[in-house]
Each structure stands twice: as structure tokens, then as C-alpha cells.
């Protein structure tokens, strides 16, 4: 089966997993649309995987990816993604599971978490929702709006008109067609140009119109989970994102980037986008030495961390900030009083995990 195929329907949903090397097909009883789970949030390289890995521990849970980038399966250098040793000592589902080529999208990821969702109730497992998207979160917990059908032939015509354009030109066509779409975005948000390109010249409608309508129900009420965003000091968070980075490629993510350029893919998709990845490409083209290339990718990882911090605070009321020296006591705490159960001892096995995954 290809990692890019429909997933499953809301009525039956299923997810990908990994069982031993090889992703399988699971499929999932329906569960509740509202259940508890705990989520954790926060800047790049703030320790949410650890985190989550502890808790998972702790409480008996499988750690469902929230990431964006964390989805594809040929970044698990550069995207930090959980070790395989982790993957064998605890679940973790929708992680490395989409092809690079893939476009995938919010909601293409929120029916597969519903049925991850499900697969861990079914298995007596609390779910544990990490990552740093917050439009992945923010959808989990407050609904997705219906967004409309893009006919292939205008998206392929869309995107390639694209191709010879620089983000601010087609900033600037945006503006001309769709003003309210082009005051809300930044020139430099590209892919979201591209998309509110493609809604607008579909349906003559802005894709913020779009967003601002009815919305269905959400999978998890958020009166019912532990939402915590992990809030590391700025200057701490800037050595964990540098130190990362060179750690990165130490573990080979050079490589990494060296086999996804001969793959050929279309600079446009997300995945060719993922934070150092445009600069190691620079660099294997002979465009820049590898220490600008690095240092750059480490400027544009705390510029996006400073974004992450700002976003939270502004779409995300509720939830609690709480530094990584507290997170996993104000975590378990909040889980006991929500379940009405003492935690305990660890139910899964313990062992050192690394601070900035």
C-alpha cells in the first residue's frame, strides 16, 4: 500500500503504524469524538518528544505525531523525528509515514488522527499528541472548516505558473485578486500564497472565507485533555537549537538531504521546505560551504521558534506554559486530577531519553 493512499472514512478510521521495519494498516473501532488525551505543544528543540516519551511511560500512552514536518518519512534526521529505538519502546503512530512527494495537508493529517486517536483507546492507551504545528492542534481542538475540492488541472496550472515567481510576486498577484487573503499573509508564507491562489481562482472566494465558516465538531474537547506548551528561557532555547543542528548533522542528515535531491522534487512541497533544508540543497549545489549553510538553517530555526511562541500565546488561550523542568509534573498532576487516578510507578520501560527531541 502507498503511504499517500485515503486513509480511512470517518466511520471506519485507520492509520499507519509501524509493526517490527515494515508500515502497516490497522484499522480502529469508532471511538467518541471527545476523549481525553494529552497534548503537548512548544517551540522547536524545547523537549517535546522526550517529554512525551516520559509520559507515555508513566501513564501507559502511545505518542501521536503533531508535526508537520515529522510526517514524512525521508526526514527523520533533520526533522528530529523519535529514534527507532523510542518507536520500539513505546507507540508512536503518524510519524514517517507520508512520501516526501506528497503535499500533505490539515486535514488530511486530522482524519488520520482520528483514527490514530481511536487505535490507541482501542489498545488501552492514552493518547499523547506532541508536536510544533499549531494549526495541526488548533483544528484537533476547535474543528476544521470544510475547505473546497481544488480540480487537478487548475492546481497543476496554478503551480507552475509559480515555479517562475518569486514568493513576493506572487504576493502581489494575491493582492490584485485576493486582498483579504494577501493582508494576512506573509510574503514569505509561499505555500499558503500558492493555496489561497488556487481556492480564490476555483471559487472566486477567499480562502479566509473559506476558513471562517462552519465548523464540525472537534475530535478532542479541550476541557478534557492536558494541554501544556513547553516554554524553555529564549537564550537556553537558542543553544538547543544550534546544539541540535550540528548534532543533526553529525547523524548524518547531510545524507539525508543528498538522497532527497536525487529524487527531483518540486522545490514547492513541503517537505523540500522543512527548516535547513533549502540550505543544505544551496550547499550540495556548491552554492555556499557547509558552516553558512548550517548557520543560516540554525537562524531560520529560532526566527520559526520565535513564531511558535508568538502564534501559541495568540491562538491557543488555555493552555498552560510551563518551563521543561516542570512540564512532566505539571503533566502527570493534571492527568491524575483529570482521570481521578494516581499515576504510579512507570508502566512502559525507563531509560535516559535526550533533551531536545
Not at 142 to 149: E, F, T
Not at 285 to 290: A, H, Q
Request: hydrophobic share 40%; aromatic share 6%.
Amino acid at each position: 500500500m502507498h503511504s499517500h493512499e485515503k486513509m480511512g472514512s470517518k466511520k471506519d478510521p485507520a492509520v499507519l503504524t509501524r509493526s517490527s521495519e515494515n508500515l502497516v494498516r490497522t484499522d480502529a473501532p469508532s471511538q467518541a469524538r471527545a476523549c481525553s488525551a494529552i497534548l503537548i505543544a512548544g517551540p522547536t528543540a524545547s523537549g517535546k518528544s522526550a517529554l512525551a516519551m516520559r509520559l507515555a511511560r508513566r501513564v501507559g500512552g502511545a505518542v501521536i505525531n503533531c508535526d508537520s514536518m515529522q510526517v514524512y518519512r525521508d526526514l527523520r534526521i533533520l526533522t528530529a523525528r523519535p529514534s527507532e529505538k523510542d518507536e520500539r519502546e513505546a507507540s508512536h503512530l503518524l510519524f514517517g509515514y507520508v512520501d516526501a512527494a506528497c503535499n500533505w495537508s490539515v486535514g488530511l493529517w486530522l482524519n488520520d488522527a482520528e483514527g490514530a486517536i481511536a487505535q490507541a483507546r482501542a489498545r488501552g492507551l492514552v493518547p499523547i499528541l506532541t508536536g510544533g504545528t499549531g494549526l495541526y492542534f488548533k483544528a484537533l481542538t476547535q474543528g476544521l472548516s470544510a475547505m473546497p475540492q481544488i480540480p487537478a488541472a487548475l492546481r497543476e496550472k496554478i503551480r507552475e505558473d509559480a515555479k517562475t515567481r518569486s514568493s513576493a510576486e506572487l504576493h502581489r498577484v494575491l493582492a490584485a485578486s485576493d486582498p483579504l487573503a494577501a493582508e494576512k499573509l506573509r510574503q514569505s508564507d509561499r505555500q499558503r500564497i500558492i493555496r489561497a491562489l488556487e481556492i480564490f481562482e476555483a471559487t472566486g472566494r477567499s480562502l479566509f472565507e473559506w476558513q471562517e465558516g462552519q465548523r464540525p465538531p472537534p475530535l478532542l474537547v479541550p476541557e478534557l485533555c492536558v494541554s501544556l506548551f513547553i516554554q524553555p528561557a529564549r537564550e537556553e532555547l537558542r543553544h538547543r537549537i544550534d546544539r541540535r543542528f550540528d548534532a543533526m548533522l553529525g547523524e548524518g542528515a547531510l545524507e539525508e538531504i543528498r538522497c532527497l535531491a536525487d529524487r527531483r522534487l518540486d522545490p514547492s512541497l513541503p517537505a523540500m521546505r522543512a527548516h535547513g533544508v533549502p540550505w543544505l540543497l544551496s550547499h550540495l549545489r556548491g552554492e555556499m560551504g557547509l558552516e553558512e549553510a548550517a548557520d543560516a538553517a540554525k537562524a531560520d530555526t529560532r526566527r520559526y521558534a520565535r513564531r511558535q511562541f508568538t502564534w501559541f500565546r495568540h491562538q491557543m488561550p488555555g493552555w498552560s506554559w510551563q518551563p521543561p523542568e516542570l512540564a512532566e509534573e505539571h503533566a502527570l498532576a493534571a492527568f491524575e486530577g483529570l482521570c481521578g487516578r494516581d499515576i504510579g510507578a512507570p508502566r512502559l520501560g525507563a531509560s535516559k531519553i535526550g533533551e531536545t527531541r
